[in-house]
Nanobody
């Protein structure tokens, strides 16, 4: 059974940083691209970032480029999202997702974690 467990969310002041982690199990982690998706209060789902199976390619939505960094440690079966210069607009539940191929970009996401809440507020 695929399991994705996010951690690292919390309350942070604007301009500060936060790192999210996603512990993966139940599948061959290094065979798949992974993504982060978020949902702000009262809004729809927004794809944030993706990473290929070996971390060689990364992708970001425009609003987080230059501020967020996605990475993975295949030895630890863990996905990360380093978030810097956080803004109130980044407030959302962040979900770790497994994609259906190696690229981490533009493919179906077939497994989701339960999410971790990030609140950016003074």
């Amino acid at each position: 059974e695929v399991q994705l467990v996010e951690s690292g969310g919390g309350l942070v002041q604007p301009g500060r940083s936060l790192r999210l982690s996603c512990a993966a199990s139940g599948f061959n982690f290094d065979d798949y691209g992974m993504s982060w998706v978020r949902q702000a209060p009262g809004k729809g789902l927004e794809w944030v970032s993706g990473i290929s199976w070996n971390g060689g390619r990364t992708y970001y939505t425009e609003s987080v480029k230059g501020r967020f960094t996605i990475s993975r440690d295949n030895a630890k079966n863990t996905l990360y999202l380093q978030m810097a210069s956080l803004k109130s607009d980044d407030t959302a539940v962040y979900y770790c997702t497994k994609t259906t191929d190696t690229t981490g970009w533009g493919t179906e996401m077939d497994s989701w974690g339960k999410g971790t809440l990030v609140t950016v507020s003074a």
